[in-house]
């Protein structure tokens, strides 16, 4: 079976400073997607980034990076240059071939951005 | 305004009575989903409709009773509802395919089920 384990139920970042958030995943699958959302207070869900397990380079989408190392099933957000708007929970999810229409979630991680 | 919408946005009811959730999307999409969101568990996978289809019932009560007329809308009906069931439940939609695309969600719906 598939898990998701996110560490770190709260974070603190000062405004501008990069931050990471920290998943790691357990799959006996080859194949397999890790996306991360961030959910405001509002509660939308809102993708961040995907990550293929076939993907050599580590996926980044604006301020956004992760961090993937297979080998360690981890699978790390970096948020650089911390915004008081990134103020949220995030949330860690895993896909696989067999089914991807169904994700595994993590427990997510709250994080404030201070000024 | 959202690509997903949901209403209502909160809704207090007791466990006698019956209600529905709505859910709209404006993408295109091809599949919608139901989500649990409950205080510190994981986001609960509830049902799936593809092309309009039920693929996905992942042990849920028969007093949660889905319903997806066309691929753009969706509902679920709620009737004897429990305490326990009190939740954000999170409505989404994403493009099925070989390779399937992100899911897009709404804003969910606060229910409190006194």
């Known amino acids: 079976a598939q898990k998701i384990t996110q560490t770190q139920p709260g974070m603190f970042v000062q405004e501008k400073e990069a931050v990471t958030l920290d998943c790691t995943y357990d799959?006996?699958?080859?194949?397999?997607?890790l996306f991360w959302y961030k959910q405001p207070s509002s509660g939308e869900m809102i993708f961040l980034i995907y990550q293929g397990s076939y993907d050599e380079q580590n996926a980044t989408e604006g301020r956004y990076s992760l961090n993937f190392q297979k080998a360690r099933k981890s699978a790390n957000l970096v948020i650089s240059a911390s915004q008081l708007g990134d103020s949220a929970m995030y949330f860690c999810?895993?896909?696989?071939?067999?089914?991807?229409?169904?994700?595994?979630w993590g427990l997510g991680t709250s994080l404030a951005v201070n000024p | 305004e959202t690509g997903v919408t949901q209403t209502p946005r909160h809704l207090v009811m007791g466990m006698t009575n019956k209600k529905s959730l709505k859910c709209e999307q404006h993408?295109?999409?091809?599949?919608m989903y139901w989500y649990k969101q409950s205080a510190k568990k994981p986001l609960e996978l509830m049902f799936v409709?593809?092309?309009?289809?039920?693929?996905e019932n992942n042990s849920v009560p028969s007093r949660f009773s889905p319903e997806c007329p066309n691929s753009s809308h969706l509902f679920l009906h709620l009737h004897t509802l429990q305490p326990e069931d009190s939740a954000l439940y999170l409505c989404?939609?994403?493009?099925?395919?070989?390779?399937?695309?992100?899911?897009?969600f709404g804003e969910g719906s606060r229910l409190t089920v006194l």
């Open positions: 799959t006996s699958d080859q194949s397999y997607g």
């Open positions: 999810a895993i896909s696989h071939a067999g089914n991807n229409r169904k994700l595994i």
């Open positions: 409709y593809s092309l309009e289809e039920r693929v």
């Open positions: 993408l295109g999409h091809n599949a």
């Open positions: 989404a939609s994403s493009q099925v395919g070989p390779i399937t695309g992100e899911l897009f």
